[in-house]
């Protein structure tokens, strides 16, 4: 970030406005999201776009749990070892935080050029905290199983989740600058 | 909302990395009360999911049974013993966005505590509804689409895609996003009036 950036609060526009860019953003917000999960539910994108990716995903993870010394074998989108098996599927793939990110990015009111280098580092940020996710979630299973059902859902998915909201949030209020700036 | 009177912002950390501190700080405290509160809110959920339900079916058949502290059951008693407990499920699971919620509403800067417990209360109260909904389509979709043949004789095509979209829709995009939706409710017009802009100072032509 520049240091020519200095606090501007947003006064170009009325109460009124405000109101209404709110309103626009929640209403796309839930669009785009409705959208967005609609079409991943669709079989063909799911086959052609999802399962792919979902696959490249677990290729990474088994990759980076060989670096670990995990003696992993890839099969698919699920990654075995003589301890312990993971599936990786929907909902462990990082896709819900990006859609959500993603949504959230383009309803809020911004330069594209902005959002283009938010969307891009949004989902490289995402998708390395995933990674994270399914090493530490399979090293969990191997070693700690007790704990796999709430690190699984609660905790690492809140994580996820978390490292989205706050990434737009960080995106929002310091590279999505208005498009016109107060004099 | 007079910024100044409250806690003016410290000299040059902004307010998104004092919300972003905060949230983290938050997750803490939160996690742990939401961990205490747990068993009691799955009791609840559970009790106003099925009386939902019940609304929906004439004789009432639905009965959400507990497992243990994190788990229940989907049990029909219109359905041979042996066969009544259809599905198994985590209902943990649906209201763990609570974690991201108080620690969003909690942790906003330059708002007095009154009105950052009051918009927490709205946001919790509203997700609690959402919470029933959800478990409420979660038990539809169970019944429409994975009792095989029963599912089949007794959901239309159109029932059985209304019910597994709006299971997909509500249990894994509004669910987790729902946080961030109530958040941006109450205070994405704050956040627009914190936005950084670029310096008022000559020769840019952004200004």
Known sequence: MSRRQEHAPDRATFPGQRRRREATFLALFVLLLAGGFTLISLHWVNGHVVEPFTAGIAQVSGAALDLLGQDVRMQGTIIRSPRFAVNIRNGCNGVEAMLIFLAAVLAFPAPWRSRLVGLALGILVIQAVNLVRVVALFLTGAYFPRFFDSSHTVIWQTIVILSGVLLWIFWATRFARPAEPAV | ?207
Not at chain 2, 51 to 59: A, K, R
Not at chain 2, 152 to 172: M, Q
């Open chain 2, 1 to 207: 909302m007079p910024r100044s009177k409250t806690s003016p912002p410290p000299a040059r950390r902004s307010w998104a990395a004092l919300l972003i501190r905060n949230v983290l700080l938050w997750l803490i405290p939160v996690g742990l009360l939401w961990g205490l509160l747990t068993p009691a809110y799955n009791r609840f959920l559970l009790g106003s999911a099925e009386n939902l339900l019940h609304l929906t079916e004439s004789p009432d058949v639905t009965d959400l049974p507990r497992l243990d502290r994190h788990r229940a059951y989907v049990q029909r008693r219109d359905f041979p013993p042996a066969k009544s407990l259809v599905r198994q499920f985590r209902v943990t699971d649906v209201h763990f966005h609570f974690l991201l919620l108080g620690a969003l509403f909690l942790a906003v800067p330059g708002i007095p505590w009154r009105q950052r417990l009051e918009n927490l209360g709205w946001a919790v109260l509203i997700t609690i509804f959402f919470d029933i909904f959800l478990l409420f389509f979660f038990v539809k979709s169970v019944y429409a689409i994975q009792l095989g043949d029963w599912s089949l004789s007794h959901y239309g095509p159109f029932a059985r895609n209304a019910y597994g979209l709006a299971r997909h829709l509500l249990d894994l995009p509004f669910k987790l996003a729902l946080p961030l939706l109530l958040w941006a409710g109450f205070y994405l017009e704050r956040m627009l009036g914190e936005r950084v802009a670029p310096r008022a100072s000559g020769g840019g032509g952004s200004t």
